[in-house]
């Protein structure tokens, strides 16, 4: 893609950008800042239907999680989006995080219930990791006088683990090092090199990502090679173009247009289409954002608007839009003639691949727009069969599949 083209459409997504990334990067406690970020993000992407209310709080758990320092801050995000839009469901909800909200702000998100969330186990979920005086709270602070005083401690391990759900989900938990990287703390991080000679591991590389401090990045990198996929995914979810660039440049990594769409990076998700020379390839992405325009832009290009992925699940451009329940563009890709009833790899229509895990809203804009309901896949599943698979049967069979 030329430079004029990239730069045509950033202007189609500066918005979306500005508010996406004030979103991914929040650095404050404030609660006027948290309001008007708040505002921001109402007026740009929920009111404009670039995000639905569900996809806004998905992107607020993840971003809380790959920066819980300022997770009281998200919290506060979660609850205006959950007392102003009061969204029903949420795809990949997280135990921790809705006993985290409800704990802290007497929010029952979703189908939560105070029996629930008051009986929940929740000894093994590491959330008091951060209270004060334990050297966890040192580390996220990077309070040098305090973590001097832990590791001068009799008994102290400098090879103990944290396993925590406040952070990244990890079965054998984080090293202290490794917990210096994420939170960006230098000189937590200089201690324990220096003092306990603490190996630099490729985990320590992708929260470098996530943390942002350039030392310790660059340290990381005197060790490690950035991984395939990792690093990227943090540096996408950073929404950090430079770090996005500078894997691309420096080791010829890969963006992945997906994990650009999972964490509405569009502004990673255009390097990405310019690192692509296939217009096709192109336009079937963009249908993963709820810009038609975009689309729009690639069909005026030349695109096949019933091409389909080139990997192993052959998605049409339908699919991918429903993937991420993006109506406006499926009603753009519909009206511009798109084969409602193209399949994807196994014969799975967009009807089947929605029925597992997409809301009754969906089934039913399939529906009325004339989706062959009957149809079956090369195995002879049915739509009502991938509900039942990915417990969504309520939604469907009271849709008008049914």
């Known amino acids: 893609m030329t430079c004029n083209r990239y730069k045509e459409l950033e202007i189609i997504g500066k918005d979306i950008i500005d508010a996406t990334t004030k979103l991914y990067n929040i650095k404050t ?24 209310p569900d996809r806004i709080l998905l992107a607020i ?19 205006k989006v959950t007392e102003e839009y009061h969204p029903e469901q949420m795809k990949s909800q997280s135990k921790a995080y809705m006993f985290t909200v409800y704990k802290d702000y007497d929010i029952l998100a979703f189908v939560s ?41 009799d008994g102290f391990d400098e090879n103990q683990r944290l ?29 324990l090199r220096t003092k306990f000679k603490s190996a630099i591991t490729q985990t320590c590389l992708q929260f470098s990502f996530l943390g942002g401090n350039p030392d310790i990045m660059s340290e990381c990198l ?33 963006v992945y247009a997906k994990a650009c769409a999972i964490n509405n990076n569009l502004q990673a998700f255009f390097v990405f289409l310019d690192q692509t020379t296939d217009i096709n390839t192109c336009f079937i992405n963009s249908a993963s954002f709820n810009i038609p325009s975009i689309c ?3 069909l005026s290009l030349g695109a096949d608007i019933n091409t389909k992925t080139h990997d192993d699940l052959d998605f049409p451009a339908l699919h991918m839009a429903l993937e991420f329940d993006n109506f406006e563009t499926a009603e753009f890709l519909i009206s511009h003639g798109i084969d409602i009833n193209a399949k994807a790899t196994r014969g799975i ?23 062959d309901t009957k149809e079956k896949t090369l195995e002879g599943n049915d739509a009502i069969h991938y509900a039942a698979i990915g417990n969504n049967i309520k939604d469907v069979w009271i849709s008008p599949i049914h």
């Open 349 to 371: 229509n967009a009807l089947q691949f929605s029925a597992s895990f997409s809301s009754k809203e969906v089934v039913e804009f399939l529906v009325l727009h004339g989706i």
């Open 222 to 254: 005197k060790e490690v090679q950035p991984d395939n996929y990792k690093c990227m995914e943090y540096a996408i979810i950073s929404h950090n173009i430079d770090f996005v660039t500078f894997l691309m440049n420096t080791y010829n990594m890969k």
């Open 29 to 52: 406690f404030d609660e006027d800042e948290i309001n008007n970020i708040y505002q921001e993000i109402k007026s740009k992407l929920i009111e404009t239907k670039i995000l639905s």
């Open 163 to 191: 396993i925590s759900l406040l952070y990244p989900v990890s079965k054998d938990g984080y090293s202290l090092l490794e917990l210096c990287c994420y939170h960006g703390s230098v000189k937590c991080f200089k201690l």
């Open 113 to 153: 219930t105070p029996e629930k969330l008051e009986n929940e186990d929740t000894k093994n979920y590491g959330l008091d990791v951060h209270e004060n005086n334990t050297i966890y709270k040192a580390i996220k602070d990077d309070d040098i006088v305090s973590f001097i005083g832990f590791t001068e401690r």
């Open 296 to 298: 729009e832009y690639f």
């Open 61 to 79: 758990r993840t971003a809380g999680i790959c920066r819980n320092k300022y997770l009281s801050s998200y919290l506060a995000l979660f609850k």
